[in-house]
């Protein structure tokens, strides 16, 4: 298949819609679905009936404020999010004044403005379709310029040439660890071997954190582009895309846009008409925080126990059955398709230095705007929190943000003006991690967040090494200690030194990083667990 | 190549092992479709019991202690049956600080059960999960299936003296 093949296509699908020019669109990502947007969307269907052939509903993934749904966006075709009408905490019985307001003024008693700095201040790459397209359609998918990236890898360029692109971004890997993405394909298209794998992390453990799953459930079919699109970038034609078990609708869209993908041509044998072929298969995960370590989640989809065991060999070399395997966060295979698309140096044009690109946050906790947010690297916290979430609600006043999950720190308000990239966060003693942040007011005890945190890695510690397994075990019983007031100051330095031993010798990086938010908070909130010594 | 072994039979004539046989065939009776092939059988049966667990060991000629090792590895999967009601308190971190505990705390003084218990009568078990991605409408918890955000410890246990 050519490009000007596709585009053809493209074009015909967006014909068979043209006479729709009106839309009302229903968030159906699961947070509006919890609160109720699934009768809405019936109510506002019954209604539209066929719209008179110019007006349409239809179910679309993640709009982003999860606080205020289930949202209701009314937009001409074609228009995003920020140009559209937006409506918060719609009822089904709210339904009628809708539809009346598709053709009329806005119903402004549910109106949710879209200027808002929440909407206006974001730059979307990774989310670009989230909201917009129904994630269920293949053709809608197309219609947006989806797989042409694909098309435009296989007929115009050679494997060499998707990797210097991919290189040239300066995209590095948004699982968290912030390896450079191009050289990881790089190692992976240099190691010989007749079988290699593609192993996209859906895993994710992190609490608080909710974009894969997001991006999964409104745009499920951009990952199996950037997935193919790295298989054929470094020779592989087996792919696997590991889920948590704890996501059912982002497996159901996976599921049903694998189908659809393989039956149009673009993944399976000889994908959009050419020599390469690739497969993809789904494997669910089991409820494990530890499988979100790419050795473990090997292991598990060997359908072996989750631990981990050491590198080198990294999987680049000797990955998924010993064959060199590749594997990828799901933001980072989402960025994938824009970077061929509109070329690397486009995509190094956007962020800091060494951070490029947009980066998608999770705001959760005590803030005003809860939801997805996708800016800039390099925007600072203070936007982030302040402008963007709209700071704290209640009156209460800002205290931390936590970075990183279990695996990162806390930051207090002195350093809120430094810009979000991976550089900056480590050099606060966190880490970017996948891209929650939790808000925390001055109601919360840092000792207890700390303690909270100790608590779910000693009961995700797999077991394998004794410094997590006991480590962990014992530092959350200092922890709790100190915390109901009888710990010593002798405690506190004990449980110091334990954060480095634990930090230096733990085999990955689930006990590597473990001691992050003790040793974080101590840093920032020393004050907080020596007024809780009962000796101090 | 090594022998093929006979597959053992189906421990009853309930339809609901024609299911997990069919996860199996569908991977060939590969030993890596192990964690597939539980699920299968936890959403089939609802938990996991020994003859499931010997069933599967035979099928997929594992040793019993691997399956057994895999099946206790992994939180999902239950090895007791559960009440008739699931409730899953979500504990992520967001949830945590707008107060996950106090739900948990709300339905202990009610039922008198601690996360993993199920009630004397069957009727409701207490479960957590770690984070089920419903941080904007912590805390947040899953009640036989529907997510229930933005909870207190009062709508929650109203919501489950509703229950049958």
């Known amino acids: 298949m050519h490009p000007e093949d596709l585009a053809e296509k493209a074009a015909q699908f967006r014909a068979e819609d043209a006479a729709i020019k009106r839309e009302v669109r229903v968030c159906m990502a699961a947070s509006c679905q919890s609160s109720g947007a699934a009768p809405v969307l019936e109510a506002l269907t019954q209604l539209c009936g066929d719209g008179g052939g110019t007006c ?21 075709k074609d228009c995003d999010l920020a ?8 009822m089904p019985t709210d339904a009628p004044d809708i539809m009346r307001s598709v053709c009329g003024a806005p119903v402004e008693r549910l109106r949710c403005p879209t200027d808002q700095p929440f909407f ?9 379709n989230c909201g917009i397209i129904d994630p269920d359609s293949f053709k809608s998918y197309v219609a947006v310029g989806g797989y042409a990236a694909l098309v435009k890898a296989l007929s115009e360029m050679t494997p060499a040439e998707v990797l210097r692109e991919v290189t040239t971004s300066g995209l590095r890997g948004r699982g968290g660890g912030g390896y450079p993405t191009g050289l990881k394909w790089s190692t992976v298209a240099k190691t010989p071997g007749a079988q290699k794998y593609v192993i996209c992390n859906a895993d994710e453990g992190d609490p608080g954190a909710f974009m894969d799953r997001a991006v999964l459930e409104s745009d499920p079919h951009r990952v199996l582009e950037g997935m193919a699109i790295a298989g054929y970038a470094i020779g592989a034609n087996k792919a696997y895309v590991y889920v948590r078990a704890e996501y059912p609708l982002a497996v159901e869209r996976l599921q049903t846009a694998l189908r659809k993908a393989r039956g149009a041509g673009f993944l399976g044998n000889r994908v959009a008409d050419t020599q390469f072929s690739f497969e993809v298969e789904i494997r ?11 050795t473990a989640l090997m292991a598990s989809i060997e359908g072996l126990r989750g631990q981990p065991r050491p ?19 799901v933001e980072s295979f989402a960025n994938i398709a824009p970077i061929i698309r509109n070329g690397g140096d486009w995509f190094a044009g956007i962020g800091t230095e060494k951070s490029k690109g947009t980066k998608v946050f999770a705001l959760a906790g005590k803030i005003q705007n809860t939801g997805l947010i996708e800016v800039p690297m390099g925007t600072s916290l203070r936007d982030i929190i302040e402008v963007i979430g709209g700071g704290i609600p209640d009156g209460k006043t800002f205290k931390a943000v936590q970075t990183g999950g279990p695996s990162g720190g806390c930051i207090p308000e002195q350093h ?4 979000v990239d991976y550089d900056s966060l480590k050099t606060l003693g966190t880490i970017m991690g996948s891209g929650g942040m939790i808000v925390m007011d001055d109601t919360s005890c840092m000792v207890d ?7 779910f890695c000693m009961t995700e510690s797999c077991g ?15 922890l709790d200690k100190i915390a109901n007031g009888q710990g010593t100051a002798a405690d506190l330095a004990l449980l110091e030194e334990l954060c480095e031993v634990v930090q230096a010798t733990s085999l990955c990086g689930l006990g590597q990083t473990a001691p992050n938010p003790v040793l974080s908070t101590l840093r920032y909130f020393r004050d907080e667990y020596e007024a809780k010594l009962a000796d101090g | 190549m090594p022998l093929q072994q006979a597959k053992p039979p189906l421990p009853s004539d309930d339809k609901r092992w024609k299911l997990v046989n069919a996860t199996m065939r569908r991977y060939g009776y590969a030993d890596h479709a192990l964690i597939e092939t539980l699920h299968s059988v936890q959403d089939a049966f609802g938990f996991l019991d020994e003859t499931a667990l010997r069933f599967v060991a035979g099928s997929l000629d594992l040793p019993l202690s691997k399956v057994f090792g895999v099946a206790t590895f992994y939180h999902i999967f239950m090895l007791k049956p559960k009440g008739r009601h699931a409730c899953v308190v979500c504990t992520g971190t967001a949830c945590y600080i707008k107060g996950a505990g106090a739900l948990l705390d709300g339905i202990h003084t009610r039922y008198d059960i601690n996360p993993g218990d199920t009630t004397d009568d069957d009727r409701l078990s207490l479960l957590t999960a770690r984070c089920v991605g419903a941080c904007g409408l912590a805390p947040a918890v899953v009640l036989n299936g529907d997510v229930l955000g933005k909870q207190t410890a009062e709508t929650l246990t109203t919501r489950l003296e509703a229950l049958d």
């Open chain 1, 284 to 294: 669910l995960g089991a409820g494990a925080f530890v499988c979100g370590e790419e």
């Open chain 1, 416 to 419: 809120l003006d430094i810009g």
């Open chain 1, 56 to 76: 349409r509903v239809k179910g679309v993934g993640c709009m982003g404020l999860c606080s205020a749904g289930p949202l209701v966006a009314v937009a001409d």
């Open chain 1, 120 to 128: 206006a201040r974001q730059q979307r790459i990774v989310l670009e």
């Open chain 1, 83 to 90: 140009d559209s009408v937006l409506y918060r905490d719609v």
């Open chain 1, 464 to 478: 394998k090494c004794i410094p997590c397994r006991a480590g962990t075990q014992q530092m959350h019983g200092l």
């Open chain 1, 449 to 455: 967040v700390a303690r909270y945190f100790m608590e």
């Open chain 1, 311 to 329: 590198r080198p060999p990294y999987p680049a070399e000797s990955g998924l059955w010993g064959c060199p395997t590749l594997i990828n966060n």
